[in-house]
């Protein structure tokens, strides 16, 4: 059974599951409150980060259009674009054991592309979710639903995973941006 987390929750993911290595991260949304007759597009992405928090490279930047990533063991499945039906809007699948030492936190976005010339944001977005499972069996270990407590934001860090003592834990994070993709890739050490 599934562990629902709270903002700001962190939980343990492999000490809990002993054996885990292959995981999906889901991350799903629906669009509400919207008649501006431009497509809604939600994107995600990943960013792997150092100890300090940074991307050390580009290739460390994780999307529909650099869909590999940490020597192949972070992989993105493609872009969905417009977030209709039941179940993840997009995936990225993730090899535990492969993923480089120098690779200490995994962050996972989502953004809103042509955010402001579309004049969209979060706040016309619902049933935002990010979730964890066991790519052998399908079983969701971890879910966090995020709520609707966003208004004018068009970037949202919805959580990481991170190394501890040589386990990985999820955290929980929910924190919004304004400014987009770009404001995120400076925040990681990249130029936009």
Not at 119 to 139: C, H, K, M, P, T
Request: net charge negative; proline share 2%.
């Amino acid at each position: 059974m599934a562990i629902n987390l709270s903002k700001g929750q962190k939980v343990d993911l492999t000490k809990t599951n002993p054996g885990l290595t292959n995981i999906i991260v889901g991350l799903g949304w629906d669009v509400n409150k919207y008649d501006g007759g431009h497509d809604f597009d939600l994107d995600s992405s990943v960013f792997l980060l150092n100890g300090a928090g940074k991307c050390a490279s580009e290739t460390d930047f994780i999307f529909y259009n650099n869909a590999t990533g940490a020597n192949g063991s972070v992989v993105h499945t493609g872009d969905n674009r417009t977030g209709v039906g039941e179940g993840d809007d997009e995936q990225i699948k993730i090899n535990l054991p492969h993923v480089p030492a120098n690779i200490e936190k995994i962050a996972f976005t989502i953004t809103i592309h042509d955010a402001e010339t579309r004049s969209q944001n979060f706040g016309q977005v619902s049933n935002s979710y990010v979730r964890i499972l066991n790519e052998a069996n399908g079983e969701e270990l971890i879910r966090y639903d995020l709520g609707e407590d966003f208004s004018i934001e068009t970037a949202v860090v919805v959580g990481e995973l991170y190394r501890h003592n040589s386990e990985w834990k999820f955290n929980a994070i929910g924190s919004g941006y304004q400014g987009g993709l770009s404001s995120l890739v400076n925040d990681y050490g990249l130029n936009a």
